[in-house]
């Protein structure tokens, strides 16, 4: 099979740049869709879009075409070089400054391209091109001109997409399938949780107190990192954002800091403890809180994660379960709120957060419930997540076939 360079088939064409504030989130006058990172899946998604004044447009070429195909070119290393095509517009659309597009000409199809990006083996090559900062890898676009392409004749890479997308379009929609499950099945735990909490999943003898986490336990924040903490001898691990999310643990990067013997009181955390996420950039993400397992002995937390301690009239699974509920999120959300239009929490705020307290023979038969449903839950979200997995391998294997015996 003949090769030629991407920069001889195809052009390149980089993200604009705009100021942070003239980004909306609903459509004006004169602004157009500026696609990011985050638009670029296995599709472009359309749902979750910026808007930006077109001033900021300053060539034609940046503006999206039908055929385009969408690169991200800076993300995390795993994520960077990941491609999506351009069907349908329904906005006319830019795209930011960490994605750029692929503009294919008329020596390739523009499904054959994009099929080959998106082949492993191609993004293997165009991750190990990247340089990494902080995290957050960057492809070039000099390096991606050079990266070489198989090009057989036009004819050839007609058949190629055609049979692709006939193996394909059954995989699709065996995913679409999956998915809806896991739709479902995320609908369905929102309804187990709020029954929970509105005394319904369970006979309850009703009754319940209403109270605020500040006034069932202790809210305490956490440290904050400086370059004095370099100097302590004691060091611990500490707990950060990017350890807690919705009842979860993701323990696998930890890291650790100095603590003075006089703040270990204060800051080491327990089993049973509840931490709440004090701030993120999306609202939906807010008050992430997961209960502490006692999985690391003599952890800390940093000041970003905010834990609570309960007395002994609530059991830490009930409110977890309660803070987990709709009802819960709409407290976290309703609070976190501000002027600015920024989600933030604090120990002030997570202490007036309001929690239905029922007897602790009622809290011990819920969080039973509870746990028996979540559990199913779990085991047909593997059971779907296994079958996704399994469909993108033999995506995969499906576009090896395509590039390797032709």
């Not at 993004?123 to 900062?133: D, F, G, H, L, V």
């Not at 998915?179 to 187990?192: G, I, T």
Request: glycine letters at 6%; charged letters at 25%.
């Amino acid at each position: 099979m003949t090769t030629a360079q991407l920069g001889e088939i195809s052009s390149i064409v980089r993200g604009i740049a705009f100021p942070k504030e003239d980004k909306r989130a609903e459509p004006l006058p004169g602004h157009v869709a500026c696609l990011r990172t985050t638009n670029v899946q296995r599709t472009v998604e359309w749902d979750d879009l910026w808007f930006v004044p077109e001033k900021h447009v300053k060539r034609e070429e940046q503006l999206v075409r039908s055929g385009d195909i969408l690169i991200s070119t800076a993300n995390s290393y795993e994520l960077v070089g990941k491609v999506a095509p351009v069907v349908g517009i329904p906005h006319k659309a830019t795209l930011g400054a960490f994605i750029s597009l692929i503009r294919p000409n008329e020596r390739v199809e523009p499904k054959f391209l994009y099929h080959q990006l998106a082949w492993g083996k191609t993004q293997s090559r165009i991750r190990e091109t990247a340089s990494t900062t902080t995290n957050i890898s960057n492809v070039s676009t000099k390096k991606l001109l050079t990266l070489e392409m198989f090009t057989p004749p036009l004819e050839a890479q007609r058949e190629i997409v055609a049979e692709l997308e006939k193996q394909f379009s059954r995989l699709d929609e065996a995913v679409a399938n999956l998915q809806r499950v896991k739709a479902n099945l995320k609908r369905y735990k929102a309804s187990v949780l709020k029954a929970a909490v509105e005394g319904r999943l369970v006979e309850t003898e009703g009754g319940w107190r209403k109270s605020t986490l500040g006034e069932e336990g202790s809210i305490i924040g956490g440290l904050t990192k400086n370059q004095k903490r370099n100097d302590l001898p004691l060091k611990l691990p500490y707990l950060r954002v990017a350890n807690v999310y919705a009842n979860e643990l993701r323990l696998d990067e930890i890291e650790y800091i100095g603590v003075a013997e006089r703040e270990l009181e204060k800051l080491l955390v327990r089993k049973g403890d509840l931490l709440l996420v004090e701030g993120n950039g999306s609202p939906d993400q807010i008050g992430r809180v997961a209960l502490w397992n006692d999985a690391i002995p003599n952890c800390v937390h940093q000041n970003h994660l905010i834990k609570a301690r309960f007395g002994g009239a609530v059991f830490p699974e009930w409110a977890l379960i309660w803070m987990l509920s709709p009802v819960g999120r709409h407290g976290i959300e309703r609070v976190s709120a501000s002027t600015s239009g920024l989600h933030t929490l604090s120990v002030g705020k997570v202490s007036r957060l309001p929690i239905g307290v029922p007897s602790l023979k009622e809290q011990v038969s819920i969080v039973a419930e509870v746990d028996r449903h979540l559990s199913i839950i779990r085991e047909v979200e593997t059971e779907v997540d296994t079958n996704l997995h399994r469909a993108q391998a033999m995506r995969q294997s499906t576009l090896h076939r395509a590039f390797t015996e032709t």
